[in-house]
């Protein structure tokens, strides 16, 4: 069992960054591969970008692209979604997740352990 805890969400001006970081307790992270998903008010779950177990790859959505970053330090078990440009649609719940099998996977039933999300609020 994985448990994953987000930190760092909060409410930041249009334009404005905030990193969210994403700390598993599993010593065996490495084996995972990692997602960011968000969810706004009466949407369902987005994704928004994966992380293969090494951190050699990565994938976007399209409405992230160039304005989210995100990384990992296996051996400090974290996962970040940097988050710059931010846009007062960007505004939503951040839940990171992590998949025991191959990297690339956008849908969140692909993904097998999820924590409990941290809230984003852009304002314009």
């Known amino acids: 069992q994985v448990q994953l805890v987000e930190s760092g969400g909060g409410l930041v001006q249009a334009g404005g960054s905030l990193r969210l970081s994403c700390a598993a307790s599993?010593?065996?992270?490495?084996?995972?591969?990692m997602g960011w998903f968000h969810q706004a008010p009466g949407k369902e779950r987005e994704f928004v970008a994966t992380?293969?177990?090494?951190?050699?790859?990565?994938f976007y959505a399209d409405s992230v692209k160039g304005r989210f970053t995100i990384s990992r330090d296996n051996a400090k078990n974290t996962v970040y979604l940097q988050m710059n440009s931010l846009k007062p649609e960007d505004t939503a719940i951040y839940y990171c997740?992590?998949?025991?099998?191959?990297?690339?996977?956008?849908?969140?039933?692909?993904?097998?352990?999820w924590g409990q999300g941290t809230q984003v609020t852009v304002s314009s």
């Open positions: 997740a992590a998949r025991r099998r191959s990297y690339g996977y956008t849908l969140s039933n692909e993904y097998d352990y």
């Open positions: 992380i293969s177990q090494t951190g050699r790859s990565t």
């Open positions: 599993e010593h065996t992270v490495i084996d995972y591969a």
